[in-house]
């Protein structure tokens, strides 16, 4: 329960201490407890920012590049996730989540808060830049973003024509793209001191952070069947019909952002609250209620439960709109706490688990995978925020390979391998869910990986430091003299990795491998053994 409760708030494995004291612990609010301490860690907004950041298709670059030329890239985006971060820790309120997100400059005095501008403005940018066709793939991109990631609703396949199957006509598209065409790409000065250019922007594009501003008001005329030369009637700025009451007003206040914003984030648009909550859910139990998580509309799949999404949609705002909130409730619930061992007539009666009858088994993402073998070898950095790093370097100067996945570099021009092997999604468009894959290639990753080895060197020298300071602290023993205490070590492991001890057959079958009388072949036997539990597939899984 610790071990699932832990990588779920915090995606990170509980230490062997935190697993021993939460079993000593017998108090009925143990487990209340527990939950609290979890939400207050600073790890929390690490674990649940890259929900958000895939929702966001947050990425630092393009996905494609004209010789050496970086102009369109964004050397400062790690500050937009550092910003998610942070929001996340603080529990600010969703409503305003996603105001800062979309008009921050318009709505908010805190200057610091306009690197969450970086939803709109850390997206696809094209060469032959305000050419009419160029930008207008720009604006689907930011209207596809808004339509899936906010509201569940694919707003972007009205472009061309009216929505084939939801209530959105080519009107409704044009009305939101002209809030995006009123909008302006530009780099911010990261502070006062930084040089700028005429217009304000940053004269070097190092020392600034990518956002939007408000450009001149655009209303856009159909383009008809998307054909930028093919014009109809101008559309005003204004919000979708079909979540209004009556006939939705036009947005007047400069490029509409901020208007938008008010509409998307309000207690009476009967779908943000619904898809936010759906996605959280879908983390916990390996399927949102909605299992189309970004398409609410008619060809997306019914709730399994749609009286407790609208229950937990409204009590959501009612509480205040608290992402914590929502996490303590299906925390705290029987539903969550359930075994994953079910009893037989449960399975007969649900084997497809759709009425969750128990508590299904779920594969770590690479981001919970990875920070767990950076864990068990006690080499994960504790620092938060901050650049983007190289998921697997070996550095012994620098902590790059051994800051949290969340820092990892995202590229749409080149996924780093790691990311791209361990089906982290393309960053080039919105991902409501990641697709889980099985493939030769991820394990002969964790065999031969050089990152792995050192990882498994690491964990083995961890187990030796620790059964030896154990020792020394007990008695006195000096340390040399505990380092071949197989057994201590192999338990050790276990705990580090699987918050258990080993069966009697694990630790049978480890020594009978570990057992030699050469000191350097026991070494490397251990090296091959950690290696082999970093492989499991207990590592791999969460009960």
């Known amino acids: 329960m610790v071990r699932r409760l832990s990588f779920d708030l915090l995606g990170l494995p509980p230490t062997p201490e935190e697993v021993a004291a939460f079993e000593a612990d017998d108090s009925p609010r143990a487990y209340e407890r527990l939950v609290e301490r979890l939400l207050a860690s600073p790890r929390f907004g690490e674990r649940w920012a890259r929900l958000w950041l895939d929702v966001a298709r947050y990425a630092e670059d393009q996905a494609h590049i004209v010789g050496n030329n970086k102009e369109l890239f964004y050397p400062n985006a790690y500050k937009y996730r550092d910003w998610v971060i942070l929001a996340f820790n603080q529990d600010l309120p969703y409503d305003q989540f996603v105001r800062l997100q979309l008009a921050a400059d318009l709505i908010d005095d805190d200057p610091a808060n306009d690197v969450a501008l970086g939803f709109i403005g850390l997206g696809p940018k094209y060469y032959r830049r305000n050419a009419p066709?160029?930008?207008?793939?720009?604006?689907?991109?930011?209207?596809?973003?808004?339509?899936?990631?906010?509201?569940?609703?694919?707003?972007?396949?009205?472009?061309?024509?009216?929505?084939?199957y939801d209530p959105i006509p080519t009107e409704d598209y044009y009305a939101l793209a002209g809030v995006f065409a009123g909008t302006q790409m530009f780099n911010r000065p990261m502070d006062a001191e930084r040089e700028t250019k005429n217009g304000g922007e940053a004269k070097n594009p190092d020392e600034s952070f990518h956002v939007v501003r408000d450009d001149k008001p655009t209303d856009l005329a159909v383009m008809i069947r998307g054909d930028v030369n093919n014009r109809g009637p101008v559309v005003p700025r204004r919000f979708l019909q079909v979540l209004c009451d009556g006939e939705p007003t036009p947005f007047q206040d400069g490029s509409g952002r901020r208007e938008l914003a008010e509409s998307i984030a309000s207690t009476d648009n009967p779908l943000t609250a619904r898809v936010i909550?759906?996605?959280?859910?879908?983390?916990?139990?390996?399927?949102?209620?909605?299992?189309?998580?970004?398409?609410?509309?008619?060809?997306?799949q019914r709730p399994t439960h749609p009286e407790l999404l609208d229950d937990l949609a409204a009590r959501f705002m009612e509480n205040g709109?608290?992402?914590?909130?929502?996490?303590?409730?299906?925390?705290?619930?029987?539903?969550?706490?359930?075994?994953?061992?079910?009893?037989?007539?449960?399975?007969?009666?649900?084997?497809?688990?759709?009425?969750?009858?128990?508590?299904?088994?779920?594969?770590?993402?690479?981001?919970?995978?990875?920070?767990?073998?950076?864990?068990?070898?006690?080499?994960?950095?504790?620092?938060?925020?901050?650049?983007?790093?190289?998921?697997?370097?070996?550095?012994?100067?620098?902590?790059?390979?051994?800051?949290?996945?969340?820092?990892?570099e995202v590229s749409r021009f080149q996924l780093h391998p790691l990311l791209a092997m361990f089906d982290f999604p393309d960053p080039n468009a919105h991902s409501g869910g990641r697709v889980e894959t099985t493939t030769p290639l991820q394990k002969l990753f964790v065999l031969n990986s050089p990152?792995?080895?050192?990882?498994?060197?690491?964990?083995?020298?961890?187990?030796?430091?620790?059964?030896?300071?154990?020792?020394?602290?007990?008695?006195?023993?000096?340390?040399?003299a505990v380092t071949r205490d197989d057994a201590a070590r192999i338990d050790r492991a276990y705990r580090l990795l699987f918050g258990r001890e080993p069966e009697a057959d694990e630790l049978r079958l480890g020594l009978a491998y570990l057992t030699t009388d050469n000191a350097d072949d026991h070494q490397l036997r251990w090296q091959e053994f950690a290696q082999l539990l970093l492989a499991t597939n207990e590592l791999l899984i969460l009960d």
Not at 278 to 290: A, D, E, H, I, T
Not at 461 to 474: H, L, N, Q, W, Y
Request: charged letters at 25%; one cysteine or more; glycine letters at 8%.
């Open 133 to 164: 066709e160029v930008m207008a793939d720009e604006w689907e991109d930011r209207v596809d973003t808004v339509g899936r990631g906010l509201l569940g609703l694919t707003v972007a396949c009205a472009r061309c024509h009216d929505h084939k």
């Open 277 to 300: 909550v759906n996605r959280v859910w879908g983390q916990y139990f390996g399927s949102p209620l909605v299992s189309t998580a970004s398409n609410f509309g008619a060809l997306g």
């Open 321 to 408: 709109w608290s992402l914590k909130w929502l996490h303590r409730e299906i925390v705290m619930s029987a539903t969550y706490q359930q075994s994953s061992q079910a009893e037989a007539a449960k399975v007969a009666a649900d084997p497809a688990n759709q009425w969750l009858a128990r508590m299904p088994r779920r594969r770590l993402s690479v981001e919970s995978w990875r920070d767990a073998v950076l864990s068990a070898g006690g080499s994960l950095s504790d620092v938060i925020g901050g650049q983007s790093v190289d998921p697997t370097a070996i550095d012994a100067k620098s902590d790059a390979g051994q800051r949290r996945t969340v820092y990892s």
């Open 451 to 480: 990152w792995m080895v050192e990882q498994a060197r690491r964990l083995a020298e961890r187990t030796a430091t620790d059964v030896a300071a154990k020792a020394e602290a007990a008695d006195g023993e000096e340390s040399a």
